[in-house]
C-alpha cells in the first residue's frame, strides 16, 4: 500500500464548478497535511496546509480532514482554466521532517 | 514567506562531466533541505535528505558517489551529479522549511531541469 494516494485523473471539470481532489494516506501518527498545485514544467507551489480535523478555507479554496478515515482532501469553487495542473498531496508525519507525497490528481478546467 | 533560491533553472552539460545545483533559503535558515527528481508526466521522488553539518541521508537506490550532497550552512545545500549520463536528464528540485517550524509546509526552489547529451 503506498503512504499518499491520490486519484492519478484526469479530472475534468467545467469553468465555474467545484472541483474536488481526494487523498488518502496510511501512516495513522500523520500530523501535517498539505496541497501543493504543479504547473507542467515548473515546481509545486505550497496552496493549503491543515492540520486539525475539519475545514479550512482560503479563498476558492477549502481543505478538509478527517484524520478516523485518515482522508484529505481539496476543494475548488469557481473553478477557472488557470486552476489547471496537478495537485499533490503531501503528508508529514509527526516527529519526522520528511514530507511524503502522493502522485498527484491532474485536474482541467474546461472553459 | 519563506523564499527558496535555486540555481541554475536550467542546465546542458556533456557525458562524463559534472553539474552542482545550488538551493538557498533566502529569509530563513533551515537545517534540512530535501532534493527530489521528477521525469516527465511523473511524481516527485525523493532522492535524499541534506541535513546541516552532517552527511546527507540517501533514500533507496540513489547512489550518494553519484549524487553528492554538500549542506555547508544554514541556507545552501549543493547537489553534485558527478559523471552525467543522459539516463540523469531530469527536473531537478530542492525543497525547505524554516527550523524549528514542523508543521509548516515546505518551500520548493524553482527547479533545474538537466539535460544531458
Known amino acids: 500500500q503506498k503512504e499518499v494516494e491520490q486519484n492519478s485523473g484526469p479530472l475534468s471539470v467545467p469553468e465555474g464548478a467545484i472541483a474536488s481532489l481526494n487523498c488518502t494516506y496510511s501512516?495513522?501518527?500523520?500530523?501535517?497535511f498539505f496541497w501543493y498545485r504543479q504547473y507542467s514544467g515548473k515546481s509545486p507551489e505550497l496552496i493549503m496546509s491543515?492540520?486539525?480535523?475539519g475545514d479550512k478555507e482560503d479563498g476558492r479554496f477549502t481543505a478538509q480532514l478527517n484524520k478516523a478515515s485518515q482522508y484529505v482532501s481539496l476543494l475548488i469553487r469557481d473553478s477557472q482554466p488557470s486552476d489547471s495542473a496537478t495537485y499533490l498531496c503531501?503528508?508529514?508525519?509527526?516527529?519526522?521532517?520528511?514530507?511524503?507525497f502522493g502522485t498527484g490528481t491532474k485536474l482541467q478546467v474546461i472553459p | 514567506g519563506a523564499v527558496v533560491s535555486q540555481h541554475p533553472s536550467r542546465v546542458i552539460c556533456k557525458s562524463g562531466t559534472s553539474v552542482k545545483i545550488e538551493c538557498r533559503s533566502l529569509?530563513?535558515?533551515?537545517?534540512?533541505m530535501f532534493w527530489y527528481r521528477q521525469f516527465p508526466k511523473q511524481s516527485l521522488m525523493l532522492m535524499a535528505t541534506?541535513?546541516?553539518?552532517?552527511?546527507?541521508?540517501?533514500e533507496q537506490g540513489v547512489e550518494k558517489d553519484k549524487f553528492l550532497i554538500n549542506h555547508a550552512s544554514l541556507t545552501l545545500s549543493t547537489l553534485t551529479v558527478t559523471s552525467a549520463h543522459p539516463e540523469d536528464s531530469s527536473f531537478y528540485i530542492c525543497?525547505?522549511?524554516?527550523?524549528?517550524?514542523?508543521?509548516?509546509?515546505?518551500?520548493f526552489g524553482s527547479g533545474t531541469r538537466l539535460t544531458v547529451v
Open positions: 525543497s525547505a522549511r524554516e527550523s524549528g517550524k514542523a508543521n509548516y509546509g515546505y518551500t
Open positions: 501512516d495513522r501518527v500523520s500530523q501535517s
Open positions: 491543515i492540520y486539525s480535523n
Open positions: 503531501a503528508v508529514n508525519s509527526g516527529g519526522y521532517q520528511k514530507v511524503t
Open positions: 529569509d530563513f535558515q533551515a537545517t534540512t
Open positions: 541534506s541535513n546541516e553539518g552532517s552527511k546527507a541521508t540517501y
